[in-house]
């Protein structure tokens, strides 16, 4: 009969000790907290301040002092998960410590002054460190352009082999030369019709454009190739006005918006060419490690030409369909081709002393 007794006491004993245990450990924990609730509180202050109105809007004394209350409450967090504190402590903690973080670690420029650096540095930064896959693609464009051209002023049955059906609109070999020049300048009532083209011509570049970035995953071969039958597309349209002796009209017509939107579409291009570099020629690193290097550049390079595309639409929409007059083209024409090559050659340099 006494068996049952002592199991009974032992079964108390134990109990009394997990009381006791928790007991310590509450006790403990509240120490804990009492201790270094001070710095959790200050840190929690400042961080208010910091994400309210900027880091700036901290004194000097206050800004010194944040790191060194980071560095406290991460020290608190590793303690508290060393010793399993209760979770609620942990999650404000954890929560304090990620504020911190982008307090400390995180960006310091708004919106506006980071686009402003990309526009005004990182931009034209980026375009020359890949000048020699831009003069490539580039290339592969201009080839592409002078063959069509050559080819189909020999033999303008061959017009269709590179101007597809969609794109040309009724500017074909069996148009008369009135009625091409007609396309190159609206009365009243064809406002509507070239609005209609123009928005073709801009959303085929733009696909040509996210294409030969995307293709440089694949050695850089097919964004060559994609350049190529691009500049052959309006060889071919070139052939066919200059062959008229619409020379002057068909140029005064497509370079005021071309010039920005070919160049959009030979910086993409360059960007693939970019990536195709990385993966084909990695260099002493890892090929994965390269990529991710130059994926950095060639992004910024299209998100650049993004930009550029949607300049082009705006003068393709608005200026070039409004004014008929080609002096007034040829200007613009002239005004961006200055203001492109001043922006990826002198901007953003480091002035030297």
């Known amino acids: 009969m006494s068996e049952p007794g002592v199991q009974i006491a032992s079964g108390k004993g134990a109990s009394g000790k997990v009381a006791a245990a928790r007991n310590s450990d509450e006790l403990w924990s509240a120490a804990f907290r009492r201790q270094r609730e001070l710095s959790w509180r200050e840190l929690d202050r400042l961080l208010g301040v910091v994400e309210r109105k900027g880091v700036r809007a901290l004194k ?10 980071y560095r406290a409450v991460l020290s608190s967090l590793s303690v508290a998960r060393a010793v399993s504190l209760d979770r609620n402590l942990l999650e404000y903690l954890e929560a304090l410590a990620a504020r911190a973080y982008l307090a400390v670690y995180g960006p310091k420029r708004s919106f506006f002054a980071t686009a402003f650096a990309f526009l005004a540095r990182g931009l034209p930064a980026a375009v020359r460190a890949a000048a020699p896959q831009v003069a490539i693609a580039a290339a592969a464009m201009l080839l592409g352009h002078v063959v069509a051209q050559v080819l189909v002023a020999g033999d303008m049955d061959l017009y269709w082999h590179f101007v597809p059906a969609g794109m040309a609109q009724g500017r074909g070999p069996l148009a008369t030369t009135e009625a091409l020049r007609a396309t190159l300048f609206h009365g009243e009532g064809d406002a ?8 073709f011509l801009f959303s085929h570049n733009s696909q040509v454009a996210m294409l030969c970035f995307g293709l440089g995953f694949v050695a850089g071969l097919p964004v060559l190739l994609l350049l190529f039958f691009n500049g052959m597309t309006l060889g071919g349209m070139s052939a066919l006005f200059h062959d008229r002796g619409l020379a002057l009209e068909w140029w005064s017509w497509i370079l005021p918006h071309g010039i920005t939107e070919m160049l959009a579409v030979v910086l993409a291009g360059a960007a693939g060419l970019v990536l195709a570099d ?34 082009a639409g705006v003068i393709e929409g608005e200026f070039r369909q409004l004014v008929q007059d080609v002096s007034a083209r040829f200007l613009l024409a002239a005004t961006t081709a200055v203001f492109w090559l001043w922006y990826y050659a002198v901007a953003g340099r480091k002035r030297r002393p």
Request: charged share 20%; no cysteine; aromatic share 4%.
């Open 278 to 311: 990385a993966m084909v020629l990695p260099g002493r690193t890892s090929r994965v490690h390269r990529l991710a290097e130059r994926g950095r550049l060639a992004g910024t390079i299209v998100l650049g030409t993004v930009g550029m595309l949607f300049v």
């Open 60 to 69: 000097a004394g206050d800004l010194a002092r944040l790191p060194v209350l």
């Open 192 to 199: 509507d019709r070239l609005s209609v083209f123009a928005a």
